[in-house]
């Protein structure tokens, strides 16, 4: 028996559900980012995300820059107020596709086995 089921991966993280007695347990996602594990319902998530979209508009100062996004790190805030991340804009494309990536399927599959289902 898996004691989880993925949603989603790239190379800098995963996101999956938690198995419990055989119960895929939806109302939080799991989502890994480098070493740094979150535990977000899908309205923190959402938030998530809308923490990653400002960080691209605070720090989108390295188009014209020979190092190409990997030169400094900066803070990302997280939908948990005590905890920020430090990362680079290689890094942050990264933890971009990876919420979008969850938060794409969570909706297909709801669409998919919920009101799509005639």
């Keep these: 028996m898996q004691e989880m089921k993925q949603i989603y991966y790239n190379d800098a993280g995963t996101s999956f559900y938690w198995r419990k007695e055989d119960e895929v347990l939806t109302d939080k996602v799991q989502l890994i980012f480098r070493e740094t594990g979150f535990y977000f319902s899908r309205h923190e998530l959402k938030l998530f995300q809308c923490c990653i979209q400002e960080s691209y508009i605070i720090n989108n100062c390295c188009d014209d820059c020979a190092l190409k996004n990997k030169c400094h ?26 919420v979008e990536g969850t938060l794409f399927k969570i909706n297909l599959d709801d669409y998919l086995y919920g009101e799509g289902m005639n």
């Design 73 to 98: 790190k900066f803070l990302l805030k997280t939908p948990c107020s005590q905890i920020d991340l430090a990362v680079s804009m290689e890094e942050l494309n990264s933890v971009k596709d990876l």
